[in-house]
């Protein structure tokens, strides 16, 4: 016995070392994998890199940013910033500045199955940062750069070509601007059991016809691109940023923007700087070139922008002497207009889990609601145990409480309920209905004159009638589709199966279908009771009002908006397709009207 131990002692100890060997060689490659991102953006640092020196024109030895006149400064590098700055950056020097850190070491954030965690997270590196409407209703702004497309649930689907020729783009270049963003970081999905289930379920109870894969917006029923990789990997709106010169781009992460600097001597203020805070706390100001053509463009979303002009002292007079910040120029309009598609969704459950799937299959019904559906985020453990509020945001409603008595005590109560109720009362998922045109809206103003604290928002969810009307025609929809022949095969539930699941869920306030389905108003009330939000809000600097046609702030010189807060309406079934295509869509228009042929695109 003494003899064979001694033989194996030394097998015991390579293996040992071997064992060794492989953990620290994974320690090596996980850090150099959250490494890596550094070589492929270079141009992207840390706010308090940027020096305030003598003017420059390149990157300093100490890898700083010394400062110097901009051809372009661009606050915000979410979902159209990004695409802006790396096309403007082609022929112009550009500084795009971020309030947020980068998405590419955030596993919350890169990996889809951490999609709900994201979303949640309230840290103070958290890429998503949540908020409630005055309406009582949960939601959430991204922080990090990318944007949106950092933190959403990943569907690419294109604007109709109505509402192309609506807002006044150029065909051509709008069909051009598409495909750049679609060749890096849109992929076609792999259909879960669940998105089959309801694309199924959808043409059985008559939203056809069946228009396959496509990324145009088409009525009937459809699957359409994702953001997602076939691993499960998320590209975002600054992978764009490849695509552009990394000799004139400079990006500067955790770049909390404070206001835009006027020259106010002259007839119409003239934007000449940005005043920003890094992750130290100190202030720094980035000036514009005095070169004619140059411009501030704000990008900061349908929250930061109308913020970021309020702040810098553009909107109504009366609001803004309040706060004691000065004004240079009174706008009424400058906030005004916000809506967001109120979303109210169904929780279907099975007996077995399912899938983890998000957005990937559409019903674009003539009735104005889309019909989409996810699967399979709400039995994990980190979700049960997790406190996503009174609106579980990865998966959709997870209480019948409505809006304003969401309040703190009843989160934690519903939490502390989460996890009294088995896991099984989870398995299932979600279809959800949403209001594709609201003409509901609200406002929003400031409650400081601190860019940290964020503005009082209201959206006045179901103010018009007939938006009610399609929220009841919607759950219509969606109960004959949990009715519907393809969906009972895919359940597999029995009635005393489905019956004990039911009770479950009414225990743990799952929203279901209303009892009472033939009766209007208590559908009604049903979505007034259970509407959230899916992030699709829009509006504070819309065109004609804030901004012209071409995204110039009205009586105001070099200074553009370039974003979702100049929509009136939210562009096909998911936003952020036509949003990416803005930004390049703009970036090349800008260029070809300083340029002419020599922009070369």
């Not at 015991?12 to 060997?21: D, E, F, M, Y």
């Not at 008559?206 to 990789?229: E, L, M, Q, R, V």
């Not at 923007?257 to 203020?269: A, H, L, N, Y």
């Not at 709400?378 to 945001?393: K, L, V």
Request: net charge positive; with cysteine.
């Amino acid at each position: 016995m003494a003899a064979v131990i001694g033989a194996l002692v030394p097998v015991i100890v390579k293996l040992s070392l071997l064992l060794l060997c492989l953990n620290i060689n994974s320690s090596l490659i996980q850090a150099r994998k959250w490494e890596s991102w550094k070589d492929k953006y270079p141009f992207i640092k840390p706010s308090s890199s940027f020096s305030s020196s003598s003017p420059s024109n390149a990157w300093s030895s100490s890898g700083s940013i010394e400062a110097y006149d901009y051809d372009y400064i661009i606050v915000g590098g979410g979902t159209a910033g990004c695409p802006l700055a790396a096309t403007l950056s082609q022929k112009f020097s550009v500084l795009l500045l971020e309030r947020g850190g980068v998405p590419f070491d955030n596993a919350n954030v890169t990996l889809m199955q951490n999609f709900h965690i994201s979303l949640a997270d309230t840290s103070p590196t958290s890429a998503s940062q949540i908020f409630v409407s005055t309406d009582g209703v949960f939601n959430v702004r991204a922080k990090v750069l990318g944007g949106g497309t950092s933190i959403n649930a990943g569907f690419y689907s294109r604007a109709s070509e109505s509402y192309i020729k609506k807002v006044g783009w150029v065909s051509k270049l709008v069909n051009e601007s598409f495909p750049w963003i679609e060749k890096q970081i849109v992929h076609r999905p792999i259909l879960a059991p669940w998105q089959k289930a309801v694309r199924d379920g959808l043409l059985e109870v008559g939203i056809s016809p069946f228009n396959g894969f496509t990324y145009d917006h088409i009525y009937g029923t459809k699957s359409g691109g994702t953001i997602f990789d076939r691993f499960g990997r998320r590209k975002t709106a600054a992978e764009l940023l490849t695509s552009g010169n990394p000799e004139k781009l400079h990006v500067l992460v955790h770049a909390t923007v404070q206001k835009i600097e006027f020259d106010t001597s002259g007839k119409k203020p003239r934007a000449v700087a940005v005043v920003f805070e890094d992750e130290k706390g100190n202030q720094h100001k980035a000036f514009l070139s005095k070169t004619k053509g140059s411009e501030i463009i704000v990008s900061s979303g349908a929250i930061g922008s109308p913020q970021i002009l309020l702040l810098s002292g553009i909107g109504p007079k009366d609001e803004l002497e309040k706060l004691n910040i000065s004004v240079v120029l009174d706008n009424k309009f400058v906030g005004k207009g916000m809506s967001d598609n109120p979303l109210n969704t169904i929780f279907v459950p099975t007996n077995r889990p399912v899938q983890q799937s998000l957005i990937q299959t559409v019903g674009i019904t003539k009735m104005g609601v889309y019909i989409e559906a996810s699967s399979g985020y709400g039995e994990s453990e980190e979700s049960i145990q997790c406190d996503h509020g009174i609106a579980s945001a990865e998966i959709g409603q997870l209480s019948a409480i409505p809006p304003k008595q969401r309040t703190h005590e009843a989160i934690e109560a519903h939490k502390r309920n989460k996890k009294n109720v088995p896991r099984e009362v989870f398995r299932g998922g979600f279809i959800l209905e949403k209001i594709a045109t609201p003409l509901s809206t609200g406002h929003l103003s400031l409650k400081s004159n601190k860019i940290d604290d964020i503005p009082s928002v209201t959206f006045n969810y179901f103010s018009h009638p007939r938006d009610l009307k399609r929220c009841v025609d919607g759950i219509r929809i969606v109960e004959k589709i949990v009715k519907s022949k393809h969906f009972n095969n895919f359940a597999q539930c029995d009635k005393e199966t489905l019956d004990k699941l039911l009770n479950m869920s009414v225990q743990a306030n799952i929203n279901l279908i209303p009892k009472h389905t033939n009766d209007t108003e208590s559908l009604e009330q049903f979505c007034k009771d259970t509407v959230i939000t899916i992030w699709h809000y829009h509006g504070g600097c819309h065109v004609g009002k804030v901004v012209s046609p071409d995204y110039r702030v009205i009586n105001v010189k070099r200074l553009r908006v370039i974003d979702g807060s100049t929509f009136t309406e939210s562009p096909g079934t998911n936003p952020q397709a036509t949003v990416m295509m803005m930004g390049r869509y703009m970036g090349v228009k800008i260029l070809r009207e300083r340029l002419g042929r020599a922009a070369g695109l």
